[in-house]
């Protein structure tokens, strides 16, 4: 092989490798792109995730409060409608001791 032919072939040789190295540089630029893409995907839905958590608590506490009232009231209603149950009871005995005296 004449000294020309491989100077040639070295000079092709050297392209290719310099095309090669210009298209993996080019790749590794767009994979580091997409690593920090995924960064910052991944820091909004931790950011996300960690507001539902707060709100889910918060809402569990509301519940939970809401909850205890309701208890409550159901308890303080309930000695009420006992309450007048039993003056209803009162007066319909007196009702009919009066029916008796007359």
Known sequence: MAKGDRDLEIHEEVKNLREELRAAKGRIGELEQRVEHLRVSRRVLMNLLEKVER????????????????????????????????????????????????
């Not at 608590?57 to 309701?70: D, S």
């Not at 007048?84 to 007359?102: F, G, H």
């Open 55 to 102: 709100e889910k608590v918060a809402l569990i506490h509301k519940l939970e409060k809401e909850n205890i009232r309701l208890q409550r009231d159901n308890t303080r209603f309930a000695k009420w409608i006992f309450s007048k149950n039993r003056e209803i009871v009162q007066l319909q005995e007196k009702i009919e001791e009066y029916k008796e005296k007359a």
